[in-house]
């Protein structure tokens, strides 16, 4: 996952510093020892020079915890491969020796301190590492790019009272002294200067061992490491899983799991020592909600995933990102749906292209593979285009390849360049003409339009007999930006289809010069069979074997592209939604109502159409549809309280809470049910409680009287707690109380769902101070500072107070979290996201007009402005007719 660049390295004995380090100490080196004088800088690429190549470094680090400095010592074991005339140095091999001393920082990247309180409230320090994509080089000198792997033998030097973790086990252990222990690590194999990872601390371990022979172990606080046991069951499932599915076992002896108290990010895959979130791996059955457990398999899964795809075959450059982190994001469903079925990860899936196409629809958005130099440009890759939306072009592609030849290519792709690095078109040249070797039958899939080299008389698949592509197919999915829109015209057998850029957008850029290789699939109804057809063409027409009363395309979402029904085509599928809505199944439910409100934004189709739609959605009782329909609908509640406008957002809002008022008060308040009910219900009860539904406010109010009266003892449900506290949060008096017992060590698994109450509050000096102590770091931690600002930019109450915080602490919040970041990028387009006035959108472009350019022209800034102007547009346009849509339906 992502990390973040320091804006210093370490200060050496020779000068170290930035991504030419290495070059610069070599030839400065070499030019003192032959008495020749300082010239000019000898190399000023920004990226390093392929001919000199690092084979082996051996690292020692001694972390003082309490002065918080480090030094250090690297020896690099290199090797010149031709003379170069910038460089003075011969083809050969050589030995580059470096001594240095550093601070250890106070950001989250690079090496870094972190503290915790014990339950007796004594502060405890550690020292932990997270490196991607560019912070190695603020602990170690070193070749700091991906493609340069070389061999690590790492020696730490800690207090006896502390232990040492890097990614290998620990072979010996030397005391120095009574009171200094050098601890020696195994050498690691070949790998990337952004997966090495070290913690000196004193946490505890639980250890079990996989069916493979790997030690799996996971590290905590002493005080929390009783909440480790379900992520170690979790990472021995995930991890054998893993081995088995890719037929490559892991390759190191042990894989570790540590819980870090001050983390950036969700969790870092280093190989071998995997580093999480404390709320990313602790679980505590009495306490943990079932969203959290989902959510603590899915990072584990991602995490163990990695070890495969970006550990052993890595990205040759951060542009292909997504070979990583797509592929990491795609697995975690891949595997949890196995090792986890009680889970249902399938139920979620959908939300993630939602939220890319999100993105991917504005002008501003990026191909997957895309030219990237500086670490911001780096860092900026960290984003749901390449995470979501590679996700959802890779199961775009299993689906059209088949579960089994997709798996055989993934597998050649890992055996053939395993510890190398690749380029996007060694993947897609990996899935063609493969065949699966294990549980299949080869002469079957022959037949079926897969792994032959001659052509075959099936036109019932996807290539009509032509011999698959899969570059040339899937080059139009990551190499331009943006995805299609397929219209669909039913004019008797014959369905005409046109495909075009969706993109956002008054005076829209034009979707000339984009074509998708689009793998179509659709049902109608008169069979729920599913057919396939693969469009390369601007325009192309199917005829069906009869005429049929409506046909849906994209089924179940497989497919990253939407869809809109011209002529009669919309009316068709809402009365069949209306009529019967299980005739389809409840992703392509979901499915339709996100695409009815997409289409809206760019005039295809009239709001009152789409809200028509919704009117089905009171028989709906499965969480994709419902929660999609929330998704849709409350944004725009949001859009219109925003503006004070004339009293129609109560009437949206009476609309929303009345298409749901069945489903919120047949919920129980408990933990019962499946994992998806338990989920339901917990997002329909804090809806209802944050939007004052009597019933649901009544409810939580008795239980958050009786919980206080407790003194917080007594058991809250844990799937209803964050309505309970959403509601408790909005008297002075419990407000008061949720803070009390947020800042105890029993609470610390509740502390999301009690900053988000706290965040409720209509008191802005309550929500000016929550901003503040997250700046600070001291009872709120800076690690959680930039939802805490997101959550006060949705109240009502604080979202100007969040964005003159974001203007007045810019600088500090880029110094802490990184320019470029997901944490920066979160924040600006979360401040933003509900403004919808022209005197906002002048605010915005004057703010970030008036920074350097590096923070004027990060994407996050090009998105946020472009999501204002649509909000602008959509109001202008559809307010009115909402306004009278809600009339006419007597709301």
Same mark, same amino acid.
């Given at each position: 996952?992502?990390?973040?660049?320091?804006?210093? &390295? $370490? #200060? !050496? %004995? @020779? /000068? *170290? =510093? &930035? $991504? #030419? !380090? %290495? @070059? /610069? *100490? =070599?030839?400065?080196?070499?030019?003192? /020892?032959?008495?020749?004088?300082?010239?000019?800088?000898?190399?000023?690429?920004?990226?390093?020079?392929?001919?000199?190549?690092?084979?082996?470094?051996?690292?020692?680090?001694?972390?003082?915890?309490?002065?918080?400095?480090?030094?250090?010592?690297?020896?690099?074991?290199?090797?010149?491969?031709?003379?170069?005339?910038?460089?003075?140095?011969?083809?050969?091999?050589?030995?580059?020796?470096?001594?240095?001393?550093?601070?250890?920082?106070?950001?989250?990247?690079?090496?870094?301190?972190?503290?915790?309180?014990?339950?007796?409230?004594?502060?405890?320090?550690?020292?932990?590492?997270?490196?991607?994509?560019?912070?190695?080089?603020?602990?170690?000198?070193?070749?700091?790019?991906?493609?340069?792997?070389?061999?690590?033998?790492?020696?730490?030097?800690?207090?006896?009272?502390?232990?040492?973790?890097?990614?290998?086990?620990?072979?010996?252990?030397?005391?120095?002294?009574?009171?200094?222990?050098?601890?020696?690590?195994?050498?690691?194999?070949?790998?990337?200067?952004?997966?090495?990872?070290?913690?000196?601390?004193?946490?505890?371990?639980?250890?079990?061992?996989?069916?493979?022979?790997?030690?799996?172990?996971?590290?905590?606080?002493?005080?929390?490491?009783?909440?480790?046991?379900?992520?170690?069951?979790?990472?021995?499932?995930?991890?054998?899983?893993?081995?088995?599915?890719?037929?490559?076992?892991?390759?190191?002896?042990?894989?570790?799991?540590?819980?870090?108290?001050?983390?950036?990010?969700?969790?870092?895959?280093?190989?071998?020592?995997?580093?999480?979130?404390?709320?990313?791996?602790?679980?505590?059955?009495?306490?943990?909600?079932?969203?959290?457990?989902?959510?603590?398999?899915?990072?584990?899964?991602?995490?163990?995933?990695?070890?495969?795809?970006?550990?052993?075959?890595?990205?040759?450059?951060?542009?292909?990102?997504?070979?990583?982190?797509?592929?990491?994001?795609?697995?975690?469903?891949?595997?949890?749906?196995?090792?986890?079925?009680?889970?249902?990860?399938?139920?979620?899936?959908?939300?993630?292209?939602?939220?890319?196409?999100?993105?991917?629809?504005?002008?501003?958005?990026?191909?997957?593979?895309?030219?990237?130099?500086?670490?911001?440009?780096?860092?900026?890759?960290?984003?749901?285009?390449?995470?979501?939306?590679?996700?959802?072009?890779?199961?775009?592609?299993?689906?059209?390849?088949?579960?089994?030849?997709?798996?055989?290519?993934?597998?050649?792709?890992?055996?053939?360049?395993?510890?190398?690095?690749?380029?996007?078109?060694?993947?897609?040249?990996?899935?063609?003409?493969?065949?699966?070797?294990?549980?299949?039958?080869?002469?079957?899939?022959?037949?079926?339009?897969?792994?032959?080299?001659?052509?075959?008389?099936?036109?019932?698949?996807?290539?009509?007999?032509?011999?698959?592509?899969?570059?040339?197919?899937?080059?139009?999915?990551?190499?331009?930006?943006?995805?299609?829109?397929?219209?669909?015209?039913?004019?008797?057998?014959?369905?005409?289809?046109?495909?075009?850029?969706?993109?956002?957008?008054?005076?829209?850029?034009?979707?000339?010069?984009?074509?998708?290789?689009?793998?179509?699939?659709?049902?109608?109804?008169?069979?729920?069979?599913?057919?396939?057809?693969?469009?390369?063409?601007?325009?192309?027409?199917?005829?069906?074997?009869?005429?049929?009363?409506?046909?849906?395309?994209?089924?179940?979402?497989?497919?990253?592209?939407?869809?809109?029904?011209?002529?009669?085509?919309?009316?068709?599928?809402?009365?069949?939604?209306?009529?019967?809505?299980?005739?389809?199944?409840?992703?392509?439910?979901?499915?339709?109502?996100?695409?009815?409100?997409?289409?809206?934004?760019?005039?295809?189709?009239?709001?009152?159409?789409?809200?028509?739609?919704?009117?089905?959605?009171?028989?709906?009782?499965?969480?994709?549809?419902?929660?999609?329909?929330?998704?849709?609908?409350?944004?725009?509640?949001?859009?219109?309280?925003?503006?004070?406008?004339?009293?129609?957002?109560?009437?949206?809002?009476?609309?929303?809470?009345?298409?749901?008022?069945?489903?919120?008060?047949?919920?129980?308040?408990?933990?019962?049910?499946?994992?998806?009910?338990?989920?339901?219900?917990?997002?329909?009860?804090?809806?209802?409680?944050?939007?004052?539904?009597?019933?649901?406010?009544?409810?939580?109010?008795?239980?958050?009287?009786?919980?206080?009266?407790?003194?917080?003892?007594?058991?809250?449900?844990?799937?209803?707690?964050?309505?309970?506290?959403?509601?408790?949060?909005?008297?002075?008096?419990?407000?008061?109380?949720?803070?009390?017992?947020?800042?105890?060590?029993?609470?610390?698994?509740?502390?999301?769902?009690?900053?988000?109450?706290?965040?409720?509050?209509?008191?802005?000096?309550?929500?000016?101070?929550?901003?503040?102590?997250?700046?600070?770091?001291?009872?709120?931690?800076?690690?959680?500072?930039?939802?805490?600002?997101?959550?006060?930019?949705?109240?009502?109450?604080?979202?100007?107070?969040?964005?003159?915080?974001?203007?007045?602490?810019?600088?500090?919040?880029?110094?802490?979290?990184?320019?470029?970041?997901?944490?920066?990028?979160?924040?600006?387009?979360?401040?933003?996201?509900?403004?919808?006035?022209?005197?906002?959108?002048?605010?915005?472009?004057?703010?970030?007009?008036?920074?350097?350019?590096?923070?004027?022209?990060?994407?996050?800034?090009?998105?946020?402005?472009?999501?204002?102007?649509?909000?602008?547009?959509?109001?202008?346009?559809?307010?009115?007719?909402?306004?009278?849509?809600?009339?006419?339906?007597?709301?």
């Amino acid at each position: 996952m992502a990390a973040r660049r320091g804006p210093k &390295g $370490p #200060v !050496a %004995l @020779v /000068a *170290v =510093a &930035g $991504p #030419v !380090a %290495l @070059v /610069a *100490v =070599a030839v400065l080196s070499l030019a003192a /020892a032959r008495g020749e004088p300082g010239g000019p800088f000898p190399w000023d690429a920004v990226r390093l020079p392929p001919h000199v190549e690092p084979l082996r470094y051996h690292l020692l680090l001694h972390p003082n915890l309490s002065t918080l400095s480090f030094a250090g010592r690297a020896d690099i074991e290199l090797r010149v491969a031709r003379p170069a005339g910038a460089i003075p140095l011969r083809a050969g091999n050589y030995t580059l020796s470096v001594e240095y001393r550093a601070d250890l920082s106070d950001t989250f990247h690079g090496f870094y301190r972190s503290t915790y309180r014990t339950r007796d409230g004594e502060l405890r320090v550690l020292a932990a590492t997270q490196f991607e994509p560019t912070a190695a080089r603020m602990a170690f000198p070193c070749f700091d790019e991906p493609a340069f792997k070389a061999t690590f033998s790492v020696k730490i030097r800690r207090e006896p009272k502390h232990l040492a973790l890097s990614n290998m086990p620990i072979v010996k252990s030397v005391n120095l002294t009574p009171w200094l222990v050098e601890d020696h690590f195994d050498t690691t194999v070949k790998m990337s200067t952004y997966l090495v990872a070290f913690i000196v601390s004193d946490f505890k371990s639980i250890t079990k061992t996989t069916r493979h022979g790997v030690k799996v172990s996971v590290y905590a606080a002493p005080d929390k490491i009783h909440q480790a046991d379900y992520a170690l069951d979790a990472a021995v499932k995930l991890l054998d899983f893993y081995e088995d599915y890719f037929s490559i076992p892991y390759p190191l002896p042990k894989q570790d799991l540590a819980a870090i108290p001050d983390f950036q990010s969700g969790a870092m895959e280093n190989w071998g020592l995997t580093t999480y979130r404390e709320s990313a791996l602790l679980y505590d059955p009495e306490k943990s909600s079932a969203s959290s457990k989902l959510w603590i398999t899915m990072v584990i899964a991602h995490e163990l995933a990695h070890q495969w795809f970006g550990n052993l075959v890595t990205m040759e450059w951060w542009n292909d990102l997504w070979l990583n982190e797509g592929f990491a994001k795609f697995m975690e469903f891949v595997s949890v749906r196995v090792t986890h079925p009680e889970l249902t990860v399938e139920d979620h899936f959908l939300r993630r292209c939602f939220d890319a196409m999100e993105v991917d629809a504005l002008d501003s958005s990026h191909p997957i593979s895309t030219p990237v130099e500086d670490p911001a440009q780096i860092l900026e890759m960290f984003d749901d285009v390449s995470y979501e939306k590679g996700s959802c072009i890779l199961n775009m592609l299993r689906d059209y390849l088949t579960a089994d030849v997709f798996k055989a290519g993934l597998v050649h792709y890992l055996q053939k360049y395993s510890y190398k690095n690749t380029r996007n078109e060694d993947l897609w040249n990996s899935m063609t003409n493969i065949c699966p070797t294990v549980g299949t039958d080869k002469d079957e899939l022959e037949g079926g339009g897969f792994c032959r080299s001659q052509q075959s008389p099936s036109a019932a698949h996807w290539t009509k007999g032509e011999a698959l592509d899969v570059r040339a197919m899937m080059d139009t999915w990551t190499l331009q930006k943006g995805f299609p829109l397929v219209t669909v015209t039913l004019r008797g057998r014959n369905v005409h289809l046109q495909q075009e850029r969706y993109v956002k957008g008054d005076g829209s850029p034009s979707s000339a010069g984009y074509l998708w290789h689009i793998p179509l699939t659709y049902i109608t109804s008169k069979s729920n069979t599913v057919q396939r057809f693969l469009m390369t063409t601007k325009a192309d027409v199917i005829i069906l074997p009869e005429e049929v009363e409506w046909v849906k395309f994209n089924v179940d979402m497989n497919g990253y592209y939407i869809v809109h029904y011209d002529d009669d085509g919309w009316d068709r599928l809402i009365n069949l939604l209306k009529e019967n809505h299980t005739v389809i199944s409840s992703n392509d439910r979901a499915s339709l109502v996100n695409n009815a409100f997409q289409l809206v934004r760019i005039k295809k189709l009239s709001i009152s159409k789409a809200f028509d739609l919704t009117l089905y959605l009171k028989h709906e009782r499965q969480i994709m549809p419902v929660l999609q329909g929330l998704s849709e609908l409350i944004p725009m509640y949001r859009l219109m309280e925003r503006r004070g406008a004339d009293g129609t957002e109560k009437h949206l809002q009476a609309y929303i809470l009345n298409l749901f008022k069945e489903l919120i008060d047949g919920q129980s308040w408990s933990d019962e049910g499946s994992v998806s009910a338990r989920l339901l219900r917990s997002s329909l009860l804090l809806f209802a409680c944050v939007h004052r539904y009597p019933a649901c406010v009544r409810r939580a109010t008795q239980l958050f009287t009786e919980w206080q009266k407790s003194n917080g003892t007594l058991r809250l449900p844990a799937d209803v707690r964050s309505a309970v506290y959403a509601v408790g949060a909005q008297t002075p008096r419990g407000w008061d109380f949720l803070l009390s017992k947020y800042r105890l060590h029993s609470f610390h698994l509740e502390k999301n769902n009690i900053e988000f109450a706290l965040s409720l509050s209509d008191r802005q000096d309550e929500l000016r101070w929550l901003m503040d102590q997250g700046l600070r770091g001291d009872i709120i931690r800076t690690q959680d500072l930039p939802h805490i600002i997101v959550y006060v930019a949705k109240n009502p109450s604080g979202y100007h107070l969040a964005w003159e915080f974001l203007k007045e602490n810019w600088e500090k919040i880029v110094e802490k979290f990184e320019l470029g970041s997901r944490s920066v990028a979160g924040i600006v387009t979360g401040v933003t996201s509900r403004y919808s006035t022209r005197s906002h959108l002048a605010q915005v472009k004057e703010f970030f007009g008036s920074l350097e350019e590096k923070s004027a022209q990060l994407r996050c800034v090009q998105q946020a402005v472009e999501t204002i102007e649509d909000n602008i547009e959509w109001m202008d346009r559809n307010f009115e007719e909402v306004k009278a849509w809600l009339q006419n339906n007597h709301l």
